[in-house]
């Protein structure tokens, strides 16, 4: 899988849009793009995902740029409970062996939400 | 509501002890997922099984032995040969086939030694 880089920390007013970006320049045509985070002491928690066209839920937006070297992860109105581990993961769709199913976490954002 | 349910919270293993932690999922899904997750670090796969009475080593393998006699359940035990089994264990699950449905996890045992 991809290597992806990320920002070891971030910082965001509650109410405004936490933008969360990752680089992931060395992406193949299969690879998706997947975002989770983890408050402490907790699972993670699956985000969203996509392979290159935008992607909107109820919990964020996914940015991804056309030649899909990198992507952003948008919270549209942070709030407290958003404070996390954000973690940008880049993963094959058809992976077969011992890479089946495999998300190879990197150390993520801390995003920190204050009021 | 669906989701993983892992216990206990948190366990304690004397050395020399085997301990097995419980994963159960409701939520109808082929394949599930351990992982081992260590301070400061990201997630390291010990053994995933796609199907029942299937499974397959992950990276970490070693010390670790798991079952699937049951789609609901993938427990997942650590015996005296794992030297270092203080982690936080995480178990997740997903749709089976191709790779891109995303994995959900439950909220982890925290293993320790006495």
């Known amino acids: 899988d991809a290597k992806t880089t990320q920002p070891t920390s971030m910082d965001c007013a509650e109410g405004r849009a936490a933008n969360l970006p990752c680089n992931h320049s060395?992406?193949?045509?299969?690879?998706?793009v997947y975002w989770y985070r983890q408050i402490h002491s907790q699972g993670p928690q699956y985000i969203i995902h996509g392979l290159k066209n935008n992607e909107t839920n109820e919990m964020a937006s996914l940015i991804i740029t056309e030649d899909r070297k990198s992507s952003t992860l948008i919270l549209p109105h942070a709030t407290l409970r958003d404070t996390a581990v954000y973690y940008c993961?880049?993963?094959?769709?058809?992976?077969?062996?011992?890479?089946?199913?495999?998300?190879?976490f990197g150390q993520g954002t801390i995003l920190t939400v204050h009021p | 509501d669906g989701g993983i349910t892992q216990s206990p919270k948190y366990l304690f293993r004397k050395e020399g002890q085997n301990v097995t932690l419980s994963c159960e999922q409701n939520?109808?899904?082929?394949?599930m997922y351990w992982y081992r997750q260590d301070p400061g670090q990201g997630l390291r796969l010990i053994y995933y099984?796609?199907?029942?009475?299937?499974?397959q080593k992950g990276d970490i393998a070693e010390g670790y032995s798991v079952s699937r006699e049951k789609k609901e359940s993938f427990p997942l035990t650590v015996t005296s040969a794992q030297k270092n089994p203080t982690a936080f264990y995480l178990c997740?699950?997903?749709?089976?086939?191709?790779?891109?449905?995303?994995?959900?996890f439950g909220d982890g045992t925290r293993l320790s030694i006495l």
């Open positions: 060395t992406i193949s045509g299969n690879e998706y």
């Open positions: 939520l109808n899904h082929d394949a």
């Open positions: 099984s796609q199907i029942v009475n299937d499974f």
């Open positions: 993961i880049v993963r094959v769709t058809n992976a077969g062996g011992t890479s089946y199913g495999k998300l190879t």
């Open positions: 997740a699950s997903s749709i089976a086939g191709t790779g891109n449905q995303p994995q959900h």
